[in-house]
């Protein structure tokens, strides 16, 4: 049971926008804690890809974007490319767990 | 360019240890804490603990706490992760990576495979 949690699936056709969500409480997300986001390719080691909720390191293409509301956060990707079909982790830190991820988001891209 | 090399794979047997590297280039070693991850098959990552920039201190999860030892060499840029009385569910694939503001992780390693089976 991860505590940060995310949707398991979502789907989208290439060209539109999806929004994957990432729920946490007030001991890590709605703390001054950042959060950030992963990127899985399927057989390869993670890769960040939001930092700070809504940062994208050198290279991320700006089809990528982070916010944060409270104790939620969410990652959306607009417009949806057929390469963007992944897992898609948030990560952020607890009070009481250490550094957390959240159960991760397959995206399919339809 | 950041670089962290993993080392090799490993079998071992139930009640073993394992120990794997981190070889860190193309930034300054100590400037940079190291964060060792796992992710079990299917699953999702894992944290097991770090060893910190500068003076290197340690903080490790309370799920491994007494189980996993993390060090490292400033001499040859190299962390280490030593995980003891393995058993069958710590079967998965051990990441380390680079930690930055805000315990974010910027660059990770290739990742490291153990199969724990007698």
């Known amino acids: 049971q991860s505590v940060l949690t995310q949707p398991p699936s979502v789907s989208g056709a290439p060209g539109q926008r999806v929004t994957i969500s990432c729920t946490g409480n007030?001991?890590?997300?709605?703390?001054?804690?950042?959060i950030h986001w992963h990127q899985q390719l399927p057989g390869t080691a993670p890769k960040l890809l939001i930092y700070g909720y809504k940062n994208r390191p050198s290279g991320v293409p700006d089809r990528f974007s982070g916010s944060k509301s409270g104790t939620s956060a969410s990652l959306a990707i607009s417009p949806l490319q057929a390469e963007d079909e992944a897992v898609y982790y948030c990560q952020s830190y607890d009070d009481s767990a250490g550094v957390v991820f959240g159960g991760g988001t397959k995206l399919t891209v339809l | 360019q950041v670089q962290l090399v993993q080392s090799g794979a490993e079998v071992k047997k139930p009640g073993a240890s394992v120990k794997i590297s981190c070889k860190a280039s193309g930034y300054t070693f100590t400037r940079y804490g190291i964060y060792w991850v796992r992710q079990a098959p299917g699953q999702s990552l894992e944290w097991m603990g770090w060893?910190?920039?500068?003076?290197?201190?340690?903080k490790y999860s309370q799920k491994f706490q007494g189980r996993v030892t993390i060090t490292r060499d400033t001499s040859a840029n190299i962390a280490y992760m030593e995980l003891s009385s393995l058993r069958s569910e710590d079967r998965a694939m051990y990441y380390c990576?680079?930690?930055?503001?805000?315990?974010?992780?910027?660059?990770w390693g290739q990742g490291t495979l153990v199969t724990v089976s007698s």
């Open positions: 060893i910190s920039a500068g003076p290197g201190n340690i």
């Open positions: 007030s001991s890590n997300i709605g703390t001054t804690y950042e």
């Open positions: 990576g680079r930690g930055v503001q805000g315990y974010a992780i910027d660059y």
